[in-house]
């Protein structure tokens, strides 16, 4: 039996029972695999991955649910940036699903680790946060490689948010960050009118 996970492959034979298949070296393979992803900057596709996980589930420690929460924070994290960067003419459908997907793993991952450890879920969901938005800001950056002048300005109409955010006008604030961090004609920047 062949699990792909995009570039991520690894055979199985059935010879034995169905326990020895989920063996610990299977599961830690996959977890170290998990690691490895978790560096590159590719999408993986969230049916590939959750059929691989549905096969080991049972098999992962507790301890190590951390690995697949911030393996799923992370792909949704780059599937949310493609999404909201993509043009609002022609929308990314594939990234949009996939985001949604990717949602999904990442609150099922997460009730799995919180049975175990119970007061980790507001920890787990702030660093959710920090890692979809150091996606967008790496997506941000890559958009803006070329273009100083226009760094320059979503630099400081971003301290201006900023600001506004530390003065009380949330709202205004948040107008402004989602400007500075989304290129016009963009789904992330129709979001923010």
């Known amino acids: 039996m062949v699990y792909t996970v995009k570039n991520f492959q690894f055979e199985q034979s059935f010879g034995g029972s169905m326990k020895s298949l989920y063996s610990d070296n299977t599961v830690y393979w996959f977890l170290s695999r998990l690691d490895a992803f978790s560096h590159e900057e590719s999408c993986i596709p969230c049916d590939q991955f959750r ?3 549905q096969n080991l589930s049972e098999s992962i420690p507790s301890k190590d649910l951390f690995k697949v929460v911030d393996f799923s924070a992370n792909q949704l994290g780059q599937w949310q940036a493609r999404w909201l960067f993509s043009s609002k003419s022609a929308p990314d459908i594939d990234a949009t699903r996939e985001t949604y997907a990717w949602q999904s793993v ?24 920090l890692i979809c938005f150091k996606s967008l800001l790496k997506k941000n950056r890559e958009y803006n490689r070329d273009k100083p002048l226009i760094t320059l300005t979503y630099s400081l109409v971003s301290r201006l948010a900023f600001w506004l955010n530390t003065v009380g006008l949330k709202t205004v604030g948040t107008f402004f960050y989602k400007m500075a961090l989304f290129p016009p004609g963009t789904i992330g920047r129709l979001n923010s009118f």
């Open 51 to 53: 059929q691989a996980l």
């Open 106 to 129: 990442w609150e099922v991952s997460l009730d799995e680790l919180t049975k175990s450890f119970c007061d980790v879920r507001d920890y787990v969901s702030q660093r959710k946060e």
